[in-house]
């Protein structure tokens, strides 16, 4: 498993969550680290990512609630979600861009899913 998520859950509308995701530690090199979203009937989209220069860049829906960490030398990205409403309801994954061995191009791993219910 190249990443691996974890966190996600049932929570009241204005909850928190914090999703996790890690990386193996065998991995050579990431660039971008993020998180992405489907809902029911609805297509894959990004939440928010974070580059391997510290850049971030968040989807409109979630500018003010959400936030996105990454600590390089653990290889992880969080993502810290305050003040969740009912349409944040979605299966959230993880995303990376790595380089597994030294001699291997970059190219784009995904996570398990982790389920994230917003409802009273």
């Known amino acids: 498993v190249q990443l691996q998520a974890s966190g996600g859950g049932l929570v009241q509308p204005g909850g928190s969550l914090r999703l996790s995701c890690a990386a193996s530690?065998?991995?050579?090199?990431?660039?971008?680290m993020g998180w992405y979203r489907q809902a029911p009937g609805k297509q894959r989209e990004l939440v928010a990512v974070n580059t391997r220069g510290g850049n971030t860049n968040y989807a409109e829906s979630v500018k003010g609630r959400f936030t996105i960490s990454r600590d390089n030398a653990k290889k992880t990205v969080e993502l810290q979600m305050n003040g969740l409403k009912p349409e944040d309801t979605a299966v959230y994954y993880c995303?990376?861009?790595?380089?597994?061995?030294?001699?291997?191009?970059?190219?784009?791993?995904w996570g398990q899913g982790t389920q994230v219910t917003v409802s009273s």
């Open positions: 530690r065998s991995i050579f090199s990431i660039d971008n």
């Open positions: 995303y990376a861009e790595m380089r597994r061995f030294s001699w291997v191009e970059t190219r784009g791993y």
